[in-house]
């Protein structure tokens, strides 16, 4: 099993949520969706709060990311279909 498709299916039967992050790469806005428990996320927004460079894979795995603040409608759905969250939300 190609790796990408293994990954998707250990994300999908997890009981580990997905979360929308936003930060900034050389002052262009980002955002991320972030696979990671709530402990780890605290971690990051507390890491986040001192404005220090980081790496997100230490604290979960990237699902998908892009440039922006809010993700295209496409990218919503792409999360929807293959891990059932819906963040329909952000574009409200």
């Known amino acids: 099993m190609p ?10 039967n997890s009981s580990t949520p997905i979360h929308f992050v936003t930060s900034k790469d050389k002052g262009r806005d ?6 990671c ?3 780890k996320l605290n971690l990051l927004k507390n890491w986040c709060s001192n404005n220090a460079k980081l790496d997100l894979t230490r604290y979960g795995i990237i699902v998908k990311s892009g440039f922006g603040k809010i993700p295209p ?7 929807k279909k293959e891990f059932g969250v819906d963040f329909s939300y952000l574009l409200k």
């Open 3 to 12: 790796a990408r498709k293994f990954q998707n299916l250990i994300i999908k």
């Open 30 to 35: 980002c955002y991320f969706f972030l696979m």
């Open 37 to 39: 428990t709530l402990e």
């Open 73 to 79: 409608r496409k990218k919503i759905a792409e999360i």
